[in-house]
């Protein structure tokens, strides 16, 4: 699974857009975001369609984001995380 291409991350702008929003992120590169000095979310694109890794402890979960029901469920993810 390779990191998501720069095409892929336009299509998903709208969804980048909403998870610039949250404080506490900071987008270091397109579609590669940091919390505090550590990365927290990237994408990755397959032939089964794309997804974001968010990391949580030392683990990270994978979310698929085809979908504008997958992108809701990535953003209450995001959130939940966030409010820890």
Request: a positive charge.
């Amino acid at each position: 699974m390779r990191h998501a291409s720069t095409q892929t991350l336009q299509q998903l702008s709208d969804l980048l857009d909403q998870i610039r929003r949250r404080e506490g992120l900071k987008e270091k590169k397109l579609g590669i975001f940091y919390r505090k000095s550590k990365s927290f979310l990237h994408f990755h694109e397959d032939p089964a369609g794309t997804f974001a890794d968010v990391t949580v402890g030392e683990t990270f979960d994978r979310y698929p984001v085809n979908t504008a029901k997958q992108h809701k469920e990535l953003l209450a993810a995001i959130d939940r995380i966030l409010a820890e």
